[in-house]
């Protein structure tokens, strides 16, 4: 075989396989399973421009056969970027639209439920990224960027919330330890209860939360141990003055029954706002007050039956038990 045959038995393998070439760049951007963004069509598209361009010695009407391919593949690829870019523009404009609605309606927010449903609404927003019209990498990035800065507005907004509602129960938390370290036990346990009473509409961070929380019904706890040492202290003063045993249980005992119906009302309150509330977290702090109560309340009603059978062996008279 001739040298010049052999030359053209290669330009023409070499043909072949650029048309192969150029049938695999067809499937790969317009085929079922192609990328409608022609993400690396042109890098690809010039390189294999350039190889027939410069293919060595194959046949003429196979290197204008290749060059028409080509020309109708990049014709092809730069109408449906035209289209692919129109729609992702669309889509970039409605996004950012809802984005700066939230954003906005987030301006005049300052109690920490709304502003959590806030960023749940932005949440929500996010997850339709990948949703509806593709978006090009530069509108993708043009609308994380303004979804990331309206996520961050409302977050700094949310943590300044729960800071100054932290000061403020703080505030509460530490005045009601003030009264206790002064002996004044009922005053520390009216300002634990405006504490708990502000907590159902300050909210901060759980951990805070909880910890005030807990400081709270300790001092709570400890302002009762306080008044049961000092009616402890007030029955032996009135002993040591002689004053008849009987007539101090009559005492002890009126008073145990006044608190009795003070807790009886303070129980029912409590029963009904954790019936009625919605919340958990706010069912979550009555129902510890509602424990706490109706603990308070068995001890107080032990105490007076014990009183009772006390005064129903001293005297000969029947005493009638409490309803």
């Not at 014709?75 to 700066?100: C, M």
């Not at 309206?150 to 009601?176: G, H, I, K, M, Y």
Request: with cysteine; glycine share 4%.
């Amino acid at each position: 075989m001739e040298d010049w045959q052999q030359w053209q038995m290669r330009a023409d393998q070499i043909a072949v396989s650029l048309g192969a070439e150029v049938d695999g760049f067809n499937t790969d951007f317009f085929g079922d399973a192609g990328d409608a963004t022609m993400r690396g069509f042109w890098p690809r598209f010039r390189d294999l421009k350039e190889r027939v361009r410069t293919a060595p010695a194959i046949r003429l009407e196979a290197k204008l056969d290749l060059e028409r391919r080509l020309r109708s593949l990049g014709s092809r690829a730069y109408k449906a970027q035209e289209v692919v870019y129109a729609h992702s523009s669309e889509r970039k404009t409605q996004l950012l639209d809802s984005i700066e609605q939230v954003r906005i309606s987030s301006e005049g927010v300052s109690a920490p439920r709304d502003l959590r449903g806030i960023r749940r609404s932005l949440d929500n927003i996010r997850q339709q990224f990948d949703s509806g019209a593709q978006l090009v990498p530069p509108d993708r990035q043009v609308v994380w960027d303004a979804w990331r800065g309206a996520n961050q507005f409302v977050w700094q907004r949310l943590t300044d919330s729960w800071a100054e509602n932290e000061t403020q129960l703080r505030e509460l938390v530490t005045a009601a330890r003030q009264h206790l370290e002064n002996g004044e036990g009922p005053a520390a346990k009216q300002a634990v209860g405006r504490f708990f009473e502000a907590l159902r509409t300050r909210e901060c961070k759980q951990e805070i939360m909880t910890a005030l929380k807990s400081e709270a019904e300790l001092i709570r706890r400890e302002a009762d141990q306080a008044e049961s040492r000092k009616v402890a202290e007030r029955v032996v003063s009135q002993q040591a003055q002689v004053v008849p045993a009987v007539d101090s249980w009559r005492s002890e005992l009126e008073r145990n029954r006044e608190s009795i119906a003070r807790l009886q009302e303070e129980i029912t309150v409590l029963d009904y706002q954790f019936q009625s509330s919605e919340s958990i977290l706010e069912q979550a702090m009555v129902r510890g007050s509602l424990v706490d109560k109706k603990r308070k309340l068995a001890e107080y009603e032990r105490s007076s039956k014990a009183l009772l059978r006390r005064i129903e062996q001293s005297e000969e008279a029947p005493v009638f038990s409490m309803s």
